[in-house]
């Protein structure tokens, strides 16, 4: 059956290779490792992030004692980001423990005796080997539950592995005011498009304002130009936040009734760049809005918008457009941690292109330095169809009414927020 994507959003003014079953269990803790490199696998099998990136620097070898299958056995809460930190830093995907067994073996065990709570993070891992390079037979999508069409392309850009990888991890990288399993979130929801599925949704739905009237002309005619059979749909009350979407009944009951695949949320365009009150009302209506989601079956996905032109002087006598692109990524960022949501990073393309081309950067916007103009809609619509699909930005064939060397930096703009998998801080 044919599933569709709901787009909520918001924005405006408004607001001041496997092989047999393995038949017996493994010894993962060899008597022949040294005391550090017990202590490493310790503090993976404890999920202790900030130990395991210690251990990493004092020279502890990810592919010893085989920790990433002590990391796959574990119960740790941080389960994922301690096996996406190890491939990260190495460890050889295919190389099978003491008692012959490949990670993804193991994980196949693992996952066919897990819970039901636990079957999402087991998929994400098999999601994470295989685009580091593991094998993988037939009868191990089967055996896990794992539909076959969920599998990642290889092929994709987004699926090598990307020698980035380490430096993405390094400290000089991360704010020092976040926590490390918060970043490797972030990293694992950069490196997966939202959307698998070989047959591609039919069916878009946009909830929003005057943001989203931008797009209203630009993305029927990308994902038809793309070649995909799709209706598209809007419906943009003026300045509404989420918690208004949240209250509104014709939206909720269209959330519910909507068998859709992936519902993308974005808020009022200042309120996720306003700590305190408003971000608290942001996460208030995220939250009731991700409980929606929830119970009918549909990814969350939050549209990371854009700092003003000049910042949000309104509330912030001195702002910028940096520090307004600060804030925004802050909140979108809490409000994707909390919620296992992925990000649709709209923002960083602005943010980009302001790097590479002033210039054509103020040409994002429109008169007023918020509302985007063409050119900003078409930069939205090709990071939104990327995040969804998957597809390398660059690939992409339609250039809407810009000439070729404009959409070519905008395009380089949108693979670049890719490529580099943490947001701009």
């Known amino acids: 059956m044919v599933r569709r994507i709901l787009f909520v959003v918001t924005a405006m003014f408004g607001v001041a290779g496997c092989s047999t079953e393995p038949r017996e269990k493994p010894n993962t803790h060899s008597a022949s490792l040294s005391k550090k490199q017990h202590s490493f696998i310790a503090a993976i099998s404890l999920g202790n992030i900030r130990d395991i990136k210690n251990h990493l620097a004092e020279g502890a070898d990810p592919n010893i004692g085989a920790p990433l299958h002590v990391a796959i056995e574990s119960q740790s809460k941080n389960r994922k980001e301690v096996v996406a930190l190890l491939l990260a830093r190495g460890s050889e995907v295919n190389k ?9 073996e193991l994980l196949k065990k693992t996952a066919i005796k897990s819970t039901v709570s636990q079957r999402t993070i087991n998929n994400e891992i098999t999601h994470l080997l295989v685009k580091y390079g593991a094998n993988i037979n037939s009868d191990y999508p089967i055996k896990l539950e794992f539909p076959t069409s969920h599998l990642p392309n290889k092929e994709l ?4 592995q990307d020698p980035s990888s380490n430096i993405l991890l390094e400290d000089s990288r991360i704010n020092a005011g976040i926590a490390q399993n918060r970043i490797l979130r972030v990293l694992l929801r950069k490196q997966e498009p939202v959307y698998f599925t070989e047959e591609h949704p039919r069916r878009i739905l946009f909830i929003g304002n005057s943001y989203t009237q931008a797009l209203r002309a630009i993305m029927p005619a990308l994902l038809k130009a793309q070649g995909h059979k799709t209706t598209v749909e809007f ?9 208004k979407h949240l209250n509104t009944p014709k939206t909720v009951k269209l959330i519910e009734n909507g068998d859709w695949d992936v519902i993308v949320f974005q808020e009022q365009s200042q309120t996720p760049a306003c700590p305190g009150r408003l971000r608290k009302l942001f996460m208030k209506g995220a939250s009731g809005l991700h409980k929606l989601t929830k119970e ?14 000049n910042g949000d002087k309104r509330n912030f006598t001195d702002d910028t457009y940096w520090q307004m692109q600060k804030r925004l990524n802050e909140g979108y960022n809490a409000a994707a941690n909390k919620f296992n949501a992925q990000l649709a990073p709209v923002g960083n393309a602005y943010n980009e292109l302001k790097k590479t081309n002033p210039k054509l950067w103020t040409q994002l916007y429109q008169a007023d330095g918020s509302h985007p103009s063409q050119t900003g809609a078409y930069l939205a619509a090709i990071v939104i169809y990327s995040r969804l699909y998957g597809v390398d ?7 809407g009414s810009l000439n070729e060397s404009v959409a070519a930096q905008l395009k380089s703009s949108a693979a670049r927020t890719q490529k580099d998998g943490l947001p701009s801080f």
């Open 96 to 104: 099978p423990n003491e008692q012959g067994w490949t990670p993804l």
């Open 157 to 160: 850009k987004l699926y090598t």
């Open 235 to 243: 419906i943009t009350p003026g300045g509404a936040q989420l918690i």
């Open 296 to 309: 009918n079956d549909s990814k969350m996905v939050f549209f990371n918008t854009w700092g003003y032109l």
């Open 393 to 399: 930005p660059q690939k992409i064939r339609f250039n």
